[in-house]
């Protein structure tokens, strides 16, 4: 596959950012990963084949066999699948593309690929910490809130949010914030029983409904699950300082050294996201450029990342590209 397989945008210009010069490097969240839309790609371009070579030999096993019979959206080999892709194209943006970082981010699983560019943990211990990881959570939501979702969507203001999760505080049903992507762009927690209410909720408020994630991810509820991941899982990593500065998804917190790293990993489990808070971190750096780097559909897309910096996309081939694989396969 050419470079120019690979869906790259160049930036755009706009005003005020002159002044920014900065780079950063983006590892974007994980969405739903399929074998049909990313497999041809992990077995036919190089920087993905080098990288799930790494990681089969880090586990043991083909995580591209295992990845191909697997039929959950968020199973353990296609998050270590996202992972491998995410990488891949951090190494072709930085080979091919020119692209010299001056900072990282990672919102929600994309903190798993930033630790590794920037080197606090080897890419081997990350593709094991995340298989670990994984085991650990199946465990923690077999016998904790199994009926929970995390529920997006978006063109929901704040005011009518908080209208709506009155509702929820007025006849004691249980919720928790997960995010806030963008103005209107929210992610929030509740018992299954409830989501067709939220949604109907959502939609009098003139919002609309993307998707439900479960397991569910990233609400205060969950400090169990972050004490079982640090006893359980992080103690058997040893992380070093981050080579570049990583900004905290959770407040914007800029990390320099390897105990912020870790306490940022771990908030990930019981901490909403918070990518305003990115976004203004990311420009009091002088960020002028952000690079994503991954499979995404989203993070690329916000208004607010758009009109905050000129935007490079380092992802999956465009589908004509994907269907000219499939026949040379």
């Known amino acids: 596959m050419t470079n120019s397989d690979s869906e790259q945008t160049p930036p755009t210009d706009s005003a005020g950012r002159a002044d920014r010069t900065g780079t950063a490097i983006v590892f974007p969240g994980m969405g739903p990963s399929a074998f049909a839309e990313v497999g041809k790609f992990l077995l036919l371009d190089p920087y993905a084949r080098q990288r799930l070579a790494e990681a089969d030999e880090a586990l043991g096993y083909s995580v591209f066999d295992r990845f191909r ?35 990282c981010t990672g919102p929600s699983f994309g903190q798993k690929a930033a630790a590794a560019f920037v080197g606090s943990l080897p890419f081997a211990d990350v593709v094991r910490l995340t298989a670990d990881l994984a085991r650990c959570e199946e465990e923690y939501f077999t016998g904790a809130y199994e009926d929970v979702v995390t529920h997006s969507f978006v063109r929901t203001p704040q005011e009518r949010l908080d209208e709506i999760l009155a509702g929820f505080d007025d006849r004691g049903a249980w919720y928790d914030i997960s995010g806030r992507l963008d103005a209107g762009f929210h992610m929030v927690s509740v018992q299954e029983k409830e989501l067709e209410g939220l949604k109907a909720g959502i939609s009098a408020a003139g919002g609309y409904s993307m998707y439900s994630m479960r397991p569910p991810v990233h609400a205060a509820a969950f400090s169990a699950l972050r004490r079982k991941a640090e006893e359980e899982v992080f103690a058997g990593y040893e992380l070093a300082d981050p080579a570049l500065p990583v900004v905290a998804d959770q407040d914007g917190t800029v990390v320099r050294d390897a105990a912020g790293m870790r306490t940022m990993m771990l908030d990930t489990f019981d901490r909403p996201i918070h990518w305003p808070s990115v976004v203004a971190s990311l420009k009091g750096l002088g960020v002028g450029t952000v690079c994503v780097s991954g499979p995404d559909n989203l993070f690329h897309r916000l208004d607010l990342t758009k009109d905050s910096f000129e935007v490079v996309t380092v992802g999956l081939p465009k589908k004509r590209s994907r269907e000219r694989e499939r026949r040379v396969a």
Do not use: H, K
């Not at 959206?73 to 891949?88: G, P, R, T």
């Open 69 to 103: 019979t697997s039929e959950e959206d968020y199973s353990v080999y296609s998050q270590i699948a996202f992972l491998v892709n995410s990488m891949a194209m951090a190494d072709r943006a930085v080979d091919t593309l020119g692209i010299s970082p001056t900072v």
